[in-house]
């Protein structure tokens, strides 16, 4: 059986990177509203309180680092992707320069290199996503597959959009910037 798509991927730490900051934003995102009114919220009621003489500084202080907390994981975006991506690279999880060709029949997909194969029905993939120059396929919530929308060799971007939309359904979120 000959595959619909074909795409190969070198994986870089540049690739790592941008797919690592993708997933923060994901993860992190929905609850960074939610994160930045409570802490907002505190502060709020804290310095109230305090103005109103019926807090000492001593609370204003354990309230700010209340606050803080709600908000840490966004202020340190950076920071958490850079020490991931040192850290992976001490590692021998991620197989940088090394290069992946995935190829996609009708019913699964098969992801294979010089050192390793690996075979996943649709029904498998947790979620996957499209952005704008890449498409993101999770296998669970830690390990994804990048593929670069430049690096199709056969079939295109476009079609398999749509290819992705039919076989992974509402588990597929087509355009997220």
Same mark, same amino acid.
């Given at each position: ?125 947790? #979620? $996957?996503?499209?952005? /704008?120059? +890449?498409?993101?396929?999770?296998? *669970?919530? &830690? #390990? $994804?597959?990048?593929? /670069?929308? +430049?690096?199709?060799?056969?079939? *295109?971007? &476009? ?19």
């Amino acid at each position: 059986m000959s595959p619909l798509f074909s795409v190969t991927t070198t994986y870089t730490p540049e690739l790592y990177e941008k797919m690592l900051e993708f997933d923060f934003d994901l993860k992190f995102k929905k609850r960074a509203i939610l994160f930045y009114v409570l802490g907002g919220i505190l502060l709020v009621l804290s310095c109230l309180l305090f103005l109103l003489e019926k807090a000492s500084p001593l609370f204003l202080l354990c309230v700010f680092m209340v606050a803080f907390c709600f908000c840490y994981p966004m202020l340190l975006k950076k920071l958490i992707v850079t020490i991931t991506i040192r850290n992976a690279l001490r590692s021998d999880s991620i197989f940088f320069s090394q290069t992946f060709f995935c190829e996609f029949f009708e019913e699964y997909l098969e992801q294979k290199s010089t050192q390793s194969a690996l075979m996943i029905y649709y029904p498998q993939l947790y #979620k $996957a996503y499209e952005i /704008p120059d +890449a498409f993101y396929l999770y296998q *669970s919530r &830690q #390990k $994804a597959i990048i593929l /670069p929308k +430049a690096n199709f060799t056969l079939g *295109s971007p &476009q079609d398999f959009s749509l290819f992705l939309q039919q076989k992974a359904g509402d588990r597929f979120f087509p355009a997220v910037s």
